[in-house]
């Protein structure tokens, strides 16, 4: 690669001395892990514990990673306590981008997932059509850098909607989620070390994925034992986890061990002269990457699928909760409602699969308010305004999605099948059989589609509705149909509908 003249030796020494980036080595990995977990733990502890809310806390770290940043790209060589803080800062708020999208905007954690997936893709294209490599040991240029960045935002950002959708929206949990993301890498260290794996390709797959593992560590650490986590808490959580990273820091900038080793000509070559190896082996990652991770979110989703079809009637145990933080409020009782509050996001992240699969934009709607309560509450110095106004919105939303459409009988609700059945009695009379199989298959479909939510109504004269149906159905899909069998039972079926529907 040419560089403005310089020779090939000046240019290996420039890559050496002033790659802005450290050696991958043992504490890299070790240290991105530890980074990735503060920036889930502390983010939610300016959150929750010190009431800032998520607005104010993504423009409060937004402001020190930006501060951060420019003496990142101000420095001429590779700095410890400089670059790693610039990473701690970009997991945090990496991770408060999408926390944002999801809770404030209502983004659904599918939608970020494929956005960012395509930013993180288009950013690795886009840098190594302009730099022929995508090798972190060549990081000598402010576009490279640049290029850097960015990858590390959308690797951040990526990692938090996958982790979400998997541990909490898939219901799969942190740890599961932890467990299978240890797997995949391990799998990926495999494949390097055995299947001759570009070393690029896997270290930027391992990169993306300790994004979720972090996150996982985070949550099993500072979740409430009730939540299955060790109930160290946030504060508890972040405070470890940032001595830990100060004391590497420290370690490293005195040993200076990720600051030498060697270049990365021999990377760089080998890059070049496997191109096309590396462009397939690419190319089949992705395939596995894409066909694992639909095939698994359908395969979850299909699993956690609710017969339910509104919040209505599902969300009484959480206004009982909030009524109960309530009184402890007015109370001034805030140890309870503190542990009342663990109670409440417990039992929602524990529903959210099924919840959220019956109504994405209401159970957003009421985790936005959550969101209020638990900071309000979990505040170290909570205001008992603050508290009864944001228990006050959310029993709102809750009480509002609770009685929401939630018919009694099935009156009015059976119009549609009755005039299919109309349809189908028109067509016997006039023994035109083949249009009224036709109307059996759309009555069929109708019936099957509705069924969750009729029967649910009322289930007994479901079962009876659906047993003239199927007399309906068996007598006109006869392969010598009666005219007077299907009238007889299409005038039974009708007679059952329209007495229901009144």
């Not at 300016?46 to 790209?73: E, K, P, R, S, V």
């Not at 294209?125 to 022929?132: A, H, M, R, V």
């Not at 699993?303 to 009524?323: C, R, Y």
Request: glycine share 6%.
């Amino acid at each position: 690669m040419k560089d403005q003249g310089i020779s090939s030796v000046d240019q290996s020494l420039g890559r050496q001395m002033l790659n802005k980036v450290p050696q991958v080595t043992i504490f890299f990995w070790i240290i991105k892990i530890l980074c990735t977990t503060v920036g889930e733990t502390f983010a939610d502890f300016l959150n929750f514990n010190l009431g800032l809310g998520l607005a104010n806390t993504t423009i409060l770290m937004g402001i020190a990673f930006f501060i951060f940043l420019f003496l990142q790209f101000r420095a001429t060589k590779y700095v410890p306590a400089i670059y790693w803080i610039t990473v701690v800062l970009i997991s945090v708020f990496g991770t408060l981008v999408t926390d944002n999208l999801t809770d404030n905007i209502g983004v659904r954690l599918e939608v970020s997932t494929a956005v960012f997936s395509v930013l993180l893709g288009l950013t690795f294209l886009f840098w190594y059509l302009s730099e022929k490599t995508l090798s972190i040991h060549s990081i000598y240029t402010r576009r490279r850098e640049a290029f850097y960045w960015f990858t590390i935002l959308f690797t951040f950002a990526l990692g938090t909607a996958v982790g979400d959708l998997y541990s909490e929206q898939l219901g799969l949990g942190y740890l599961k989620t932890g467990i299978i993301v240890v797997l995949i890498i391990g799998c990926v260290y495999l494949a390097y070390k055995f299947l001759k794996l570009d070393a690029v390709l896997a270290f930027w797959i391992a990169y993306i994925l300790t994004r979720p593992l972090g996150a996982s560590l985070g949550d099993l650490l500072s979740q409430p034992k009730v939540n299955g986590g060790l109930g160290l808490g946030t504060t508890v959580t972040s405070v470890i986890f940032l001595v830990a990273i100060l004391g590497i820091i420290v370690f490293l900038a005195v040993t200076k061990i990720d600051t030498t080793g060697k270049s990365d000509t021999a990377e760089t070559n080998q890059e070049n002269g496997n191109k096309n190896n590396v462009l397939i082996q690419t190319i089949v990652v992705l395939c596995i990457f894409l066909g694992g991770g639909i095939g698994s979110y359908y395969s979850i989703s299909n699993s956690v699928a609710s017969q339910a079809t509104t919040l209505a009637g599902q969300l009484t145990d959480f206004i009982n909760i909030e009524n109960n933080m309530l009184k402890d409020v007015n109370s001034n009782n805030f140890t309870s409602a503190k542990k009342e509050a663990d109670d409440l996001e417990h039992q929602w992240d524990a529903s959210e699969s099924k919840l959220r699969k019956i109504d994405g934009t209401t159970w957003t709607k009421i985790d936005g308010t959550f969101d209020i309560v638990l900071a309000s509450v979990r505040s170290s110095s909570p205001d008992v305004s603050k508290c009864k106004t944001a228990l006050t919105n959310s029993l709102s939303a809750l009480n509002s999605a609770n009685k929401a459409s939630q018919a009694t009988t099935l009156a009015g609700q059976l119009t549609d099948f009755a005039k299919v059945e109309s349809d189908m009695l028109n067509q016997v009379n006039s023994n035109n059989f083949t249009a009224a199989k036709k109307s059996a298959d759309d009555l069929e479909h109708q019936w099957d589609v509705a069924e969750p939510k009729l029967r649910k109504i009322d289930g007994t004269t479901w079962t009876k509705i659906d047993g003239t149906i199927d007399v309906v159905l068996a007598s006109v899909r006869s392969s010598s149909p009666d005219a007077s069998k299907c009238k007889t039972a299409l005038n039974d079926s009708l007679s059952v509908i329209n007495g229901a529907n009144k």
